[in-house]
């Protein structure tokens, strides 16, 4: 037998097969996960980043939008909607969602808004009494439908 016929027999594909030295095996075999590991956490960093500032810019947009309705009901004739402007803008600037550059648009808004009367209150001297009226009933409160019931049912037992 020939060598050639002996290699076609132990070797039925010849020269196709090609073999790796044992150390790039290991390469291989270890750095294709290692790799696609690496891939995947530096993935989730970048998503993770691009949420934050997603949410941080919807927060300040949503603040934005509750100070303009705020102020725009500060302003407005009504009386009873200038307080809820007012007292809207006093509860945004003390709450959570604002960071110290916003705080400063709300104490802007809330200055424009009590500055007029402020101004007529000190030109009318240090003798002026400034009393605050209030809207509200003085009686106690009314029960609600559904306390009706339950106090119904109560004394019916």
Do not use: N
């Not at 016929?5 to 073999?19: D, K, N, Q, S």
């Not at 009504?78 to 705080?103: F, N, T, Y």
């Not at 709300?106 to 007529?120: D, F, G, I, K, S």
Request: proline residues 4%.
């Amino acid at each position: 037998m020939s060598v050639q016929r002996v290699c076609a027999e132990r070797y039925p594909y010849g020269e196709l097969v090609t073999t790796l030295p044992t150390w790039a095996v290991w390469v291989i075999s270890i750095g294709t996960p290692v790799l696609a590991f690496v891939g995947v956490v530096l993935g989730q960093v970048l998503t993770r980043r691009g949420e934050r500032e997603l949410e941080f810019r919807s927060k300040r947009e949503e603040v934005m939008r509750i100070l303009r309705w705020a102020a725009e009901l500060a302003v407005s004739d009504d009386q009873a909607h200038s307080r809820l402007g007012v007292a809207e803008l006093g509860a945004l600037l003390h709450s959570e969602l604002l960071d110290e550059e916003e705080k400063d648009f709300v104490q802007a808004a809330l200055t424009a808004v009590v500055r007029v009367p402020v101004e007529q209150i000190e030109q009318l001297g240090e003798d002026v009494k400034v009393i605050a009226e209030s809207d509200l009933p003085t009686e106690p409160m009314a029960a609600v439908p559904s306390e009706v019931g339950a106090e119904a049912e109560e004394g019916g037992s």
